[in-house]
């Protein structure tokens, strides 16, 4: 025990040493990218992520979370499984891209990316290159060995640092963005390739294939939804308008990911971990739920609302002069993600941790299917209608993850909304206060000033509630922690 302990908490330094890098460098590499390539070229990228990703669903089958999850009697079987997790990927995602290759014209032309069927048949060379990463990763992940994820994932990062940006600086062109991503992908393959303990070999068994997909099958389901639910609207968007608006809408939403995610990514498994810990114990379940939900709210909703009020500051700092088209976006989604995180995403960790990752399932679904309609009309609307559309769509999902998780969990929404409503409330008053000041006066010194008042004024707000102030030294110490 004392040696898995060991091992769980190492895992967890490299794993969130890995992440804390992520969030500090791809926001780097965005900001010159983004001044350097049009959003035109983010939107014939994002398409190809899209076939990419989609490929992906197929070609991995679920076998990454079998190798992590299965009980192996011996290290035998577990090379033997790997391989055969290998061989049935490698083969699965060569086909898949000679299909591509083949019908690239097509298939750009469905994806809304007319012309550019050269880019999804070079991009997708990802599918093949990521079976060999994805494979050794999931032994990596099984051993609990991050530390070796941790430098492989770091040097991908820097990819785009030493290949992307100096391509993009002389060529002005999308092409830049493929080239980054294949070499990171193939980064990935060579160094967790070279590292692994087990090594390819010519092994086969059906037997094992047939065990292997029947306890993975679900969760390709799973990988299905999830790409629906992320990739739905972008499909549609697509088909209808341009390569332009496409790379507004898509990098609008990866620029609020960055700035939230810093506090999400940090967060999130510390909350599923703690919640698995005591999904035995019903009262102890909801105090960690509650006391969490709070605790991060404090600074996640504050931030949402401050995304929005500054989301002109945001988009010239961040993307440029170029994107201006992105602010009401950027600020829209930001307002948004707060409440949808505490409310929606973290609901999601508490059905994971009552073992019911189903059910997060049926509200993807749910969302999907109230999200298609709503997109397929907004499409037609102008640009930042489809923004506010797709904001406020959100509030389904909200509502269908609270009354799943009170049915079958019976945690109250209406507590879960109490539980937040003072940190919101002052969060509010920050952003009326913030408003009218940035309509007042603009320039950056402007901003900075305005942002401390911003601050100081919610802070002042929260230490005079006595519920929160005793939460600002849980939040201290937690970022401690």
Request: charged letters at 10%.
């Amino acid at each position: 025990m004392t040696e898995l302990r060991q091992q769980v908490i190492s895992a967890t330094k490299w794993s969130t040493l890995t992440e804390v890098i992520a969030k500090l460098v791809t926001p780097i590499t965005s900001i010159v990218l983004a001044r350097l390539l049009t959003p035109d070229d983010f939107g014939i990228m994002v398409t190809a992520i899209m076939v990419i990703s989609f490929a992906e669903i197929f070609t991995d089958a679920g076998f990454q979370k079998y190798i992590i999850q299965q009980p192996f009697e011996n290290e035998l079987d577990l090379y033997r499984a790997t391989n055969v997790a290998f061989l049935s990927n490698l083969i699965l995602s060569i086909t898949i891209w000679v299909i591509i290759i083949i019908f690239c014209q097509p298939i750009a032309e469905l994806v809304g990316n007319k012309g550019h069927g050269d880019v999804i048949a070079i991009s997708c060379v990802c599918i093949p290159l990521s079976s060999f990463s994805s494979i050794q990763m999931s032994l990596f992940k099984r051993a609990l060995n991050f530390k070796l994820l941790f430098w492989a994932k770091s040097i991908g990062i820097l990819v785009p640092i030493v290949a992307t940006i100096p391509i993009a600086f002389v060529t002005r062109s999308y092409w830049a963005l493929i080239i980054g991503m294949i070499a990171q992908q193939l980064s990935n393959a060579i160094i967790l390739t070279a590292k692994s303990p087990w090594k390819p070999y010519l092994w086969y068994s059906w037997f094992n294939f047939k065990q292997m997909f029947s306890f993975s099958a679900w969760s390709m389901l799973e990988a299905l939804s999830i790409w629906l639910t992320g990739y739905c609207d972008v499909f549609i968007i697509s088909t209808v308008l341009n390569d332009y608006y496409l790379g507004i809408y898509r990098t609008s939403i990866t620029t609020v990911g960055q700035i939230l995610g810093i506090i999400t990514t940090a967060t999130t498994s510390v909350l599923f971990s703690s919640l698995s810990k005591a999904q035995n114990d019903e009262n102890q379940f909801a105090k960690i739920l509650f006391k969490f939900q709070k605790t991060v709210g404090l600074v996640l909703l504050p931030l949402s609302i401050g995304i929005f009020v500054f989301r002109s500051l945001i988009t010239d700092i961040l993307l440029g002069s170029q994107w201006q088209e992105a602010t009401w976006f950027i600020g829209i989604w930001g307002l948004s993600s707060g409440i949808t995180i505490l409310l929606s995403h973290y609901c999601s960790e508490v059905l994971r941790a009552k073992g019911k990752p189903k059910l997060s399932t049926l509200s993807q679904v749910i969302n999907i299917f109230i999200l298609i309609p709503l997109i397929l009309y907004a499409v037609h609307q102008p640009f930042n209608v489809l923004c506010d559309i797709k904001a406020a769509s959100r509030v389904f999902l909200i509502i269908s993850t609270l009354i799943i998780t009170y049915l079958y969990v019976k945690i109250s929404p209406w507590k879960m909304i109490s539980n937040i409503k003072l940190p919101l409330l002052s969060a509010i008053i920050m952003g009326v206060i913030g408003y009218f000041l940035t309509i007042s006066y603009t320039g950056v010194i402007a901003y900075i000033l305005e942002i401390a008042l911003c601050s100081l004024t919610y802070i002042l707000l929260i230490i005079l509630f006595p519920s929160t102030r005793g939460e600002l030294k849980n939040l201290r110490k937690f970022i401690f922690k």
